[in-house]
């Protein structure tokens, strides 16, 4: 049973629009949420987070967005650009001494 | 120096060798993890040490053994492997607050292993 879901395996976008990634998750417990980026044959480095307590963080081109009552959370990548052609996790915390949960990522690639 | 590394960064092995995989954390965290990524699939969560302790055990064959001798080191000891063994292992370590949360996980560069 998938807890954290990323439904879209991969994305392209053209270089200078907006990127969407989306993430939904079941388990009501959550209350933290990540996003990783992974290049290949690298580890995934981390990117943002948000906490439940808010619906938006933002951190430079990258926003992550929080809808609550929808189990559901997105990452906006604005201006797209080719350096951010990759895999992007999606990951999933909540209290108690347990790992994150991670989605099966979503690949990135942004077409010059 | 970076925060989490991991040597070797390829290992090529035979299926009768025993290898092992290092890890260390420079981060002062106290939770450190062994997952496995095959090609198209998602990351694979292994071995958890929280506090040296292992924690969870992922349904891991015997012929991957970790090893957690203090917080800042991991290793993952490989013996009689498989081809479809071969795979990007990746190390992560994170600060873990009893009876609150698991912090950000923070990756090392993982690992290539091929088995032939």
């Known amino acids: 049973d998938q807890q954290v879901k990323q439904n879209s395996p991969s994305l392209s976008v053209q270089e200078g629009r907006i990127s969407i990634l989306n993430c939904d998750y079941t388990?009501?417990?959550?209350?933290?949420f990540l996003w990783y980026k992974k290049y290949p044959a690298e580890g995934p480095t981390f990117l943002i987070s948000i906490s439940s307590i808010k619906d938006k963080n933002e951190d430079g081109r990258f926003t992550v967005f929080l809808n609550k009552s929808a189990k559901h959370l997105s990452l906006h990548i604005v201006p797209s650009q080719p350096g951010d052609s990759a895999v992007y996790f999606c990951a999933a915390s909540a209290v108690g001494n347990t790992p994150l949960v991670f989605g099966k990522g979503t690949r990135l690639s942004v077409i010059a | 120096e970076t925060g989490v590394t991991q040597t070797p960064r390829h290992l090529v092995m035979g299926m009768t060798n025993k290898k092992s995989l290092k890890c260390e954390q420079h981060?002062?965290?106290?939770?450190m993890y062994w997952y496995k990524q095959s090609a198209k699939k998602p990351l694979e969560l292994m071995f958890v040490?929280?506090?040296?302790?292992?924690?969870e055990n992922n349904s891991v064959p015997s012929r991957f053994s970790p090893e957690c001798p203090n917080s800042s080191h991991l290793f993952l000891h490989l013996h009689t492997l498989q081809p479809e063994d071969s795979a990007l292992y990746l190390c992560?370590?994170?600060?873990?607050?009893?009876?609150?949360?698991?912090?950000?996980?923070?990756f090392g560069p993982g690992t290539r292993l091929t088995v032939l």
């Open positions: 388990n009501s417990m959550f209350d933290y």
């Open positions: 992560a370590s994170s600060r873990v607050w009893e009876y609150e949360r698991t912090d950000t996980q923070y």
């Open positions: 981060l002062g965290h106290n939770a």
């Open positions: 040490y929280n506090f040296k302790e292992q924690t």
